[in-house]
């Protein structure tokens, strides 16, 4: 398993790899915020909790619709799912290899942003998009298996997998401005998604091995 | 060789795709030892047949046996996969792609990029590759999966002739050691095998 | 039950049953229509309170549509069974539909409640995300060429969304509380008077024998739209 998941984190981290582009999307989209709505740092610092969870959800499934249809096209996923490994633990550490060069790096990045956005709550929001971005790599990872063998799935990844992420972004806002409860819940979730995820993801990737 | 198929055994296989019938009532055999050359023009089922044997994909109807394994992803276990598609990953080198896979098939690399006389090319990323480089690397990611049962789609495709006798030795020798291997091809193997001949 | 699930079986016990459900269908809705027509206005909402007749029973029904969806899909990916995914894909539609239905009365009730045609009142914004779902699950099936791989892809989606889908409710729910005060006034509620449960049943009954029919319909026309396509491929069309 850590073949698999040290392979796609050099993948994600060379050049054409997915990493950089979510970082360099992410900040692109929390600039534009202001250009949009006008350099008000009130009004930002109120706003910067949700704006920063949903552009990190957005550059989070920028990369999301290759996660499986990178390997599925040169024949790879034919021979990993071969492998000793269940296709389960495949999907376990395509998810976490995800978030580990999308989800925490944006997360790293969120307090520089957060400061430019006058937020007061910084430590707040990056432990949000710690704890929830997990769930973002789960529940994508279900939709990028569904749709790997669809020449644009990368146009029907967004419309199935957003609904399912909106607990996510409304725990995940809420805890990055401290409010009660939300972080518990969002842990609860993003556990939940973890854990449940890889079943689901094999499933879908099976019945794509099939075609 | 750690695992061993005594023989595969199909009998009665119905295939269809995209609601057309590929092939009906397909049975055959092929013990250890053997090499199958599965032939058939352009959409007669070879891939699908292949896929099948695999277990990726679920016969209409028809058995598969590998020896007493029934199961379609028991039966995966034993196989080595050459298909299609190389595999091969243009922002990774020789030696990157064959050892990921050395690791994931708990195997190693070992002489394997000699053998396929890749030696010079270890370092060099995938992209640089042409299309008879990138087969040869996939036939030696073949090879060091050490599996019993070697699945082989078109393995002379773009092969120049020094690579097709060593393609075709490979499999003699996979054979030779206790092995099986079906090879889906459109050219002779140049080896001894059986036929199978699919309309 | 899996004896009634053969196609062929399907259409002969369907068949002289859909003009029943379409006659209960109309005359539920005709008497739940009356009723509605006929009670006297609310004290505090006035006579806008009939469209909670229309309002409520669409959101129901969607939400009914959503669980059946699943189940069809549960019993499509264990069973294989294709009239089970005749069943799955045939909902889909519907359920955006009566979810729109949901949406459009909702928004119609609020205009004069809230003064605005739209407001981020919980029960809207889930039933929002409740349409995204349906549109989610049609767009992966028309997107797969492949029927079998197509009905399992959108299978696995619908089961997805089927454990997410309370998770979801409760989120939104919360969000709710997190943002509003005493702008929103529960409709509904537990404080219906009795005057309007009659209607409000009557028009509940009436949606669900709409959904059967129409469903049943949608079936039917799937599995005759298969025949024909096998027909066309073994060349006898």
């Not at chain 1, 430590?123 to 704890?131: E, H, P, Q, R």
């Not at chain 1, 994508?140 to 644009?152: E, F, Y």
């Not at chain 2, 598609?85 to 190693?108: C, G, I, P, T």
Request: proline fraction near 5%.
């Amino acid at each position: 398993m850590s073949a698999l998941l040290l392979r796609d984190i050099r993948l994600a981290a060379r050049a054409g790899g997915s990493a950089m582009l979510a970082l360099a999307f992410f900040a692109s989209v929390a600039t534009l915020v202001p250009l949009g709505v006008g350099p008000d740092l009130a009004l930002l610092a109120r706003i910067a909790g949700g704006v920063l969870w949903i552009a990190a959800v957005l550059a989070a499934l920028l990369a999301l619709d290759r996660l499986f249809q990178a390997d599925f096209e040169d024949g790879s996923l034919d021979m990993i799912a071969l492998s000793p490994l269940s296709l389960e633990s495949v999907a376990a550490a395509k998810i976490a290899a995800h978030w580990l060069t999308t989800g925490l790096p944006l997360a790293l990045l969120s307090p520089l942003l957060a400061v430019l956005f006058g937020v007061k709550t910084i430590a707040a929001l990056f432990v949000s998009l710690l704890v929830g971005t997990p769930a973002v790599s789960a529940i994508g990872a279900v939709g990028a298996g569904l749709t790997m063998s669809i020449r644009r799935g990368g146009l029907i990844l967004p419309l199935i997998v957003l609904p399912l992420l909106a607990p996510a972004v409304i725990f995940g806002a809420g805890a990055a401005v401290g409010s009660a409860g939300a972080l518990p819940l969002l842990g609860a979730f993003s556990f939940a998604a973890c854990v449940l995820s890889p079943f689901a993801t094999a499933a879908a990737v099976r019945l794509n091995l099939g075609s | 060789m750690p695992l061993a198929v005594p023989y595969i055994d199909i009998s009665d296989l119905t295939g269809i795709r995209g609601g057309r019938v590929l092939f009906r009532g397909l049975s055959f055999r092929v013990e250890t030892g053997r090499a199958l050359s599965l032939e058939g023009a352009n959409g007669s089922g070879k891939t699908s047949l292949l896929r099948m044997l695999a277990g990726f994909l679920a016969p209409a109807e028809g058995a598969i046996r590998f020896g007493d394994v029934a199961d379609g992803e028991e039966r995966g276990k034993f196989v080595g996969w050459l298909g299609h598609h190389d595999a091969v990953k243009a922002q990774m080198s020789v030696r990157e792609n064959l050892d990921f896979f050395a690791q994931l098939y708990a195997s190693e690399a070992g002489d394997t990029l000699d053998a396929l006389g890749l030696a010079r090319l270890a370092e060099l990323p995938g992209q640089y590759l042409s299309a008879g480089q990138k087969k040869r690397v996939a036939l030696a990611r073949l090879k060091l999966t050490k599996r019993p049962l070697w699945l082989m789609d078109e393995p002379l495709a773009s092969l120049d002739a020094a690579g097709k006798k060593i393609a075709a030795d490979l499999v003699a020798a996979h054979c030779a050691g206790g092995g099986i291997a079906v090879v889906a091809t459109h050219e002779p193997l140049g080896i001894d095998c059986d036929r199978l001949v699919l309309a | 039950m899996l004896r009634y699930a053969n196609p062929t079986r399907f259409m002969q016990l369907s068949t002289p049953i859909l003009p029943w459900l379409g006659g209960a269908a109309l005359v539920l809705l005709a008497v739940g229509l009356t009723l509605g027509l006929s009670v006297p206005p609310d004290y505090q909402q006035g006579e806008t309170v009939r469209v909670m007749f229309l309002h409520v029973p669409a959101a129901w029904t969607a939400m009914m549509a959503y669980g059946l969806m699943a189940v069809a899909s549960l019993v499509g990916l264990v069973w294989r069974h294709p009239l089970a995914d005749s069943a799955a894909k045939a909902i889909a539609p519907l359920g955006a539909l009566f979810t729109a239905l949901g949406l459009v009365t909702g928004s119609l009730w609020g205009r004069p409640m809230w003064g605005a045609w739209w407001v981020w009142d919980g029960r809207l914004t889930s039933f929002l995300l409740l349409l995204f779902l349906y549109l989610g699950y049609i767009a992966l099936w028309n997107a797969i060429e492949d029927e079998t791989r197509a009905a399992r892809a959108a299978g696995i989606l619908a089961l997805v969304g089927a454990v997410n889908l309370p998770v979801i409710e409760f989120s939104v729910d919360w969000w709710t509380t997190l943002h509003q005060g005493e702008s929103i006034l529960r409709k509904g509620g537990p404080l219906i008077a009795s005057v309007y449960l009659w209607p409000l049943f009557a028009m509940a009954l009436g949606y669900t024998f709409l959904f059967l029919t129409l469903w049943t319909m949608r079936i039917q026309t799937e599995i005759l739209t298969r025949r024909a396509r096998s027909l066309m491929l073994a060349g006898e069309l």
